[in-house]
C-alpha cells in the first residue's frame, strides 16, 4: 500500500512521525508491504514555496491508497490580511480527493472520565460517531472582499448533501440505529433544503430513527445528555464547531482521529486537534490522535480490520495504564507514549 | 414608560405574563406609570392573521420605550417547506428596530452550580457577558432556493461589524476590560473583514486587552475555562451557537435574559430559552429568564439601575431559597416562582 503523509505545522510532524512508526509495525508484524512519502502542506509549504500545498503534492495524495495528516497553521501565517495561508492547503486537499465525509468518533475512555469537564455520571456511555460535510457549504463558497464589506456564500446542492447524509445512515445502521440531523431550518434555506433531503432519504431507511435538531439547541445538547446520540450529520461549518466542541469532552482534544472518506477507498485521516504552536518542536504532544487516525486508515482505505483493532486495542492499554502525555496529566513525552504503545502492540 | 409585550408561542405567554406582573410590581412600588400593549408574534400571529408580524404590529413596537418578548416557533409552524415561519417575525422586528447588539450575560448561581454539567470547581467565577450581532450576517443575507440547490450568503460591512464591536469595547470597559473576538478568520472573507477591523478599533481602547479565537476552539474553550472570559463579541451565527452552548452551564436556559440594543435607548428583550411546547400551557416554565430580561428593560431603555438591582435581588434571594420550578430540579409552578420574587421584591 502506497501512503502519503503530510505532517505540516506545528506538532504536526511529530505526530505523524509516531503514526508512521505504528503503522511500520504493523506492516513489520502483519508482514504488509507500505511505502510512506512525505510532501508538504500549510506554512511549512509556504515557507518552502510559497503555496500551502503545491500541485506535485496534490498527485501524489491523489495516486495514493490514503494520506495521513498531521496539522496545518500558526501564528506566523494567520494575518487576516496574508494573500495566502495554510489552511487553504487542506481545503483544496480535501476537495480533490473528493472526501465528503468527515467521519469524527467520539468516546470517553472510562481511565480519562476524571478529565473531561463534563459532570455526566453517564460520561462511560458516550458513544458518538459525527458525520461532518466536508466538501461543501461556506468552505467552498464565493467569497467577495471590498474595503468596507465582504461576504461569503454557503450553497449546497442535493446531490452533496444526499451522498453524506446516506454515508451517515448506512454507518448508523452498523451502530445503535439513530441518526440526529443538525441544521438551523428555522433561518437558513440551505438547511431547509438539508432538512428535507434527510427526510425524503429517510423513507429509506425505516429500521433507522431520526431526529433532526437546531444547530444551537445541539450545542446545548451535547452537553446536557451526550450519551443519547449515536450518528449525528451536519454541514461542513456546523460540523466544525460542534465536533471541537464535543471533543473537549474525552478529555483532551490531542486523543481524538478522524477520516475523511469519499466514493471509493482513499481516504484522508488527520487528528482533530490543531499544529498547537505553543507546544511544538518540544517533543511533549499526544500522538494518540495521529496513532488512531493511522488505525482508521488501516480499517477504512487498506481494509484491514484486525490491524486496525490492534492498534486499538494497544492505544486503549496505555490509556489505561499509562505513560500518559501532559494533556492527560503525566509528564511522558512523545516519544515515550509511542514506545508504551509500540510495546503494547507486540 | 410605553412597552410593547409580544408573548408568542409555546411557553411565551406564561413567562411574559410573569415579567408583566414583576414589571406592575415595580411600578406601584417606585411610582412609575408602566402601560403595557400587547401584540401578536410568531406562530400566534400566523394562526391569527396568516403573517408572523402585522404591519401595525411592527409600527406599535418602533413606537414604544421597549419590547418584551416570550419566545416563538414550535413544531405546528416547522415544516422546512412552509412558506412563512414564526421567525420570519422576529428576525423581521430585530431588522426594523436596529437592534444589533444582542447581549447575553452568564453567570452561575451558586446555589445552582449542582444543576451545571460542568464539574469545574471555578464556575462560580464564571461571568461573561456575550455581545452577540444581531442584524446581518447569514440571518439576513440573499438566499435562493431551486429544485436542486439552495444558497444562503453571510455579508457584512465594516459598519455593521464597527457599531457591534465599539459596544463591546465599551461594555469591557465598565467590566474586567477584557474582550475575546470570535471568528473564522482562517477561513470566511467576512471573518477576515471582522478581525482585522477589530485589530483596528482595538487601537482606540488600550487599556482593554484583546484577543481572537476561532469559533470552533472558542466552542471547547467555553467548556475546559469558562471562568476566564469577560466579554466574549461575535457574529449572528456564530453568537446563536455559542450562547447557547454557554447557556448550558448555568444549569439551565430558563434562567438567563438578553437585552438587544441598537444606537438609542429602546430594546428588545427576552429570554433566551425558546417556546418549550412540550411543556407549554402546563403552567410550569421558569419565569426567571422572563422576568430577568425585564429587570435589563429597566435598566437599559428605562434608566432605572436601583429598579433593575432590586429585580435581580429578588431573583437572587428565590434562586437561592426556592421555591424552584421543574429545570432548576424543584416542583414549583410558575405562578409560585412569580409569587416568590414578587414577595422578595417587597
Ligand atoms: C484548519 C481548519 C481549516 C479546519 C477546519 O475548519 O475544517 C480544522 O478546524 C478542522 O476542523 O479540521
Ligand atoms: C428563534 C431563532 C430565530 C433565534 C435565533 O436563531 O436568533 C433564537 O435561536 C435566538 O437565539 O434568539
Not at 181 to 195: F, G, I, Y
Not at 297 to 304: A, N
Request: hydrophobic letters at 45%.
Amino acid at each position: 500500500a502506497h501512503i502519503v503523509t503530510l505532517p505540516g505545522d506545528g506538532v504536526g510532524p511529530e505526530v505523524t512521525a509516531a503514526a508512521v512508526a505504528v503503522l511500520k509495525a504493523v506492516a513489520a508484524r502483519y508482514e504488509h508491504v507500505f511505502d510512506f512519502d512525505e510532501q508538504l502542506i500549510g506554512g511549512a509549504a509556504i515557507d518552502a514555496c510559497g503555496e500551502p500545498l503545491r500541485a506535485a503534492s496534490l498527485v501524489a495524495c491523489r495516486c495514493a491508497d490514503a494520506v495521513l495528516l498531521g496539522a496545518v497553521g500558526g501564528p506566523k501565517w494567520s494575518d487576516p490580511n496574508a494573500p495566502v495561508r495554510p489552511e487553504q492547503g487542506l481545503l483544496a486537499l480535501r476537495a480533490a480527493l473528493g472526501v465528503y465525509a468527515n467521519l469524527r468518533p467520539l468516546q470517553v475512555h472510562p481511565a480519562l472520565a476524571n478529565l473531561s469537564p463534563l459532570k455526566n455520571e453517564r460520561l462511560h456511555d458516550v458513544d458518538v460517531l459525527f458525520v461532518r460535510e466536508l466538501t461543501g457549504g461556506m468552505y467552498f463558497g464565493t467569497r467577495t472582499r471590498s474595503d468596507d464589506a465582504a461576504t461569503d456564500e454557503c450553497k449546497y446542492t442535493v446531490t452533496e448533501i444526499e451522498r453524506v447524509v446516506r454515508r451517515a445512515f448506512e454507518l448508523a445502521r452498523g451502530r445503535r440505529r439513530q441518526l440526529t440531523s443538525v441544521d438551523k431550518a428555522n433561518v437558513l434555506e440551505t438547511s431547509r433544503l438539508w432538512r428535507s433531503t434527510v427526510q425524503r432519504i429517510a423513507a429509506d431507511y425505516p429500521d433507522v430513527r431520526v431526529e433532526h435538531q437546531l444547530v444551537d439547541s445541539m450545542a446545548m445538547l451535547l452537553l446536557t445528555r451526550p450519551a443519547s446520540y449515536d450518528v449525528v450529520v451536519t454541514e461542513n461549518l456546523f460540523g466544525d464547531i460542534l465536533t471541537d466542541e464535543a471533543a473537549a469532552l474525552a478529555g483532551s482534544l490531542g486523543l481524538l482521529p478522524s477520516a475523511s472518506l469519499g466514493d471509493g477507498r482513499r481516504g484522508l485521516y488527520e487528528p482533530i486537534h490543531g499544529s498547537a504552536p505553543d507546544i511544538a518542536g518540544q517533543g511533549v504532544a499526544n500522538p494518540v490522535g495521529a496513532i488512531l487516525s493511522a488505525a482508521l486508515l488501516l480499517r477504512h482505505s487498506l481494509g484491514l480490520e484486525a490491524e486496525a483493532e490492534a492498534v486499538e486495542a494497544a492505544v486503549d492499554t496505555v490509556l489505561r495504564d499509562g505513560p500518559h502525555s501532559r494533556d492527560l496529566g503525566g509528564s511522558a513525552g512523545t516519544a515515550a507514549v509511542l514506545a508504551a504503545i509500540l510495546a503494547a502492540l507486540d
